[in-house]
């Protein structure tokens, strides 16, 4: 288990961008498959994207596909999530989480989360 902290929510309009991070604790992240995940008010958690530990497999939801890009720097021990042309729907608490040494990304093997963070898209 690693620890992770997410950053880089707020407030945009519809249309707008934004890029979230997911700072890892300890540098064996880069040996674990990560992934984001988001939870609006009401609603069940859902997988948005996810990718190896060696960025060679990636997935994405197919409601974030063409506007959502994720993405790792091994060396920062760190994982983004560049969501751009946002619509409101995608108001949700984000959240990253890792899988396991040498890990797809791929739910349902995640083990370790974050405290996320919010985002919201206004119309």
């Known amino acids: 288990q690693v620890q992770l902290v997410e950053s880089g929510g707020g407030l945009v309009q519809a249309g707008g961008s934004l890029r979230l991070s997911c700072a890892a604790s300890r540098r064996i992240f880069s040996l674990y498959g990560m992934g984001w995940f988001r939870q609006a008010p009401g609603k069940e958690r859902e997988f948005v994207a996810g990718i190896s530990w060696n960025g060679r497999t990636i997935n994405y939801a197919d409601s974030v596909k063409g506007r959502f890009t994720i993405s790792r720097d091994n060396a920062k021990n760190t994982g983004y999530l560049q969501m751009n042309s946002l619509k409101p729907e995608d108001t949700a608490i984000y959240y990253c989480?890792?899988?396991?040494?040498?890990?797809?990304?791929?739910?349902?093997?995640?083990?370790?989360w974050g405290q996320g963070t919010q985002v919201t898209v206004s119309s």
């Open positions: 989480a890792a899988d396991r040494p040498y890990g797809l990304g791929r739910p349902p093997d995640f083990l370790s």
